[in-house]
């Protein structure tokens, strides 16, 4: 496999993601995908699972910051549903806006978690910036045309774990 396209950890739904466990590693905050992450595809409805997680992030001291590919208005909804900053338009894989995104929390790329669904942008991008990254199965099989585009080169070179998203 790839090593840039590798992610650090992956988990199962976003309840397993043990953030105290992170901290106690240096992460300080969590750069989080929007779509099929912690929202349906085009939807600014936050998962139960990602207000659950965020409450835990803040519990545990940890920032997070919806980090996303959607423009401003929507991220803008979307973040305020969920409670969190945002930086829209984030043009993912590019790594100088991962480490832009981490300087606007006063982190370090290496304090930082990208948690996404996808590895040609959120794994992809986090580790070219030097984040720790963690992929997340999809919440669902509705997506944009290119993302299934990418999702199929990601089976063809073998990169997607065979994991589908647990119950919590």
Not at 8 to 30: A, C, F, K, M, Y
């Amino acid at each position: 496999m790839i090593r840039i396209l590798k992610p650090t950890s992956h988990v199962e739904n976003l309840q397993r993601l043990d953030l105290e466990e992170w901290r106690r590693r240096g992460i300080r905050g969590v750069l989080i995908d929007l779509d099929n992450t912690i929202s349906p595809w085009r939807k600014n409805d936050i998962t139960q699972e990602a207000l659950d997680l965020f409450q835990r992030a803040s519990a545990a001291g940890i920032q997070v910051m919806l980090f996303t590919n959607a423009h401003a208005k929507r991220a803008g909804q979307a973040a305020a549903n969920a409670g969190i900053p945002f930086f829209p338009s984030a043009k993912k894989p590019l790594p100088w806006r991962f480490r832009k995104a981490a300087g606007s929390l006063g982190l370090l790329p290496n304090q930082v978690l990208m948690v996404g669904d996808q590895i040609f942008t959120d794994v992809l991008g986090g580790n070219l910036a030097g984040c720790v990254t963690v992929l997340v199965p999809p919440l669902e099989e509705n997506e944009y045309g290119g993302t299934k585009m990418l999702r199929l080169m990601e089976r063809m070179i073998g990169i997607r774990q065979k994991f589908r998203r647990s119950p919590k």
